[in-house]
């Protein structure tokens, strides 16, 4: 666990891929108790330390985690994450080495209609409105490329299960490595190359901007990646 930043009501820290944000039925050590006893030894708290959950990260992908450190931090993040005015943005590299938007480098809309799955834990895209769908919408753009991958950035307009996986996918360029999604093999760690790369928001508490941005996973591709853009 890297920590990213913090203060007295928000920490953010960087989540290897395969680390899970929350304890599931694997029982697993989440990364919200490995955070919590970070907070407990650096500021030798007694008893229990308080961390809000507020947003997740599939277990393959890598990045930013923002945590609230204080019942009032959570209640305005959770409202803050629900209406849209917390800024993510991903990085994904993807097959094939172009996108749809044909190596412009501009932005381009995409939007679809998601249907989940649950016992696959898996979504579906469709390019119009069916039974139990969803409508997801996303930006996105080619801001690198190599031989073989591209570069993608991400914002999400919307929050849908999988979405940045099941619409990149559905436009032709599965990410690196996510079998689940078309990928043709899988990364040697496990992972998938999608990294939450950056994330802007104004401070729930003191109303200051906040603007973080992810360490690279260790895969050397991403650093290739990076000097390619």
Not at 46 to 74: C, E, I, N, W
Not at 104 to 124: A, C, D, F, I, P
Not at 199 to 215: D, L, N
Request: charged share 25%.
């Amino acid at each position: 666990m890297r920590v990213v930043y913090e203060d007295n009501h928000i920490i953010i820290v960087y989540k290897e891929s395969g680390e899970i944000v929350q304890g599931d039925k694997t029982g697993d050590t989440p990364l919200s108790e490995t955070v919590k006893h970070y907070i407990k030894e650096k500021y030798q708290k007694p008893g229990a330390v308080f961390l809000g959950v507020v947003h997740r990260l599939d277990r393959p992908v890598s990045g930013l985690v923002v945590f609230a450190r204080t019942s009032k931090a959570l209640t305005r993040l959770n409202n803050m994450f629900r209406d849209g005015e917390v800024h993510k943005t991903y990085w994904a590299i993807v097959n094939p080495p172009q996108t749809p938007s044909q190596g412009s480098g501009e932005w381009m809309e995409v939007t679809h209609w998601l249907t989940r799955n649950e016992l696959q834990n898996k979504s579906y895209a469709y390019d119009h409105e069916v039974p139990h769908s969803k409508k997801a919408i996303l930006r996105c753009r080619m801001i690198g490329h190599s031989d073989r991958y591209s570069l993608v950035e991400v914002q999400l307009l919307t929050g849908r299960h999988h979405q940045i996986r099941c619409q990149l996918a559905a436009l032709g360029c599965p990410i690196r490595g996510d079998l689940k999604y078309g990928a043709p093999r899988s990364n040697p760690d496990g992972s998938i190359s999608l990294l939450s790369h950056r994330v802007e928001f104004i401070h729930p508490v003191s109303k200051e901007p906040i603007v973080v941005e992810s360490p690279l996973p260790a895969d050397p591709l991403w650093s290739h990646m990076i000097m390619n853009r």
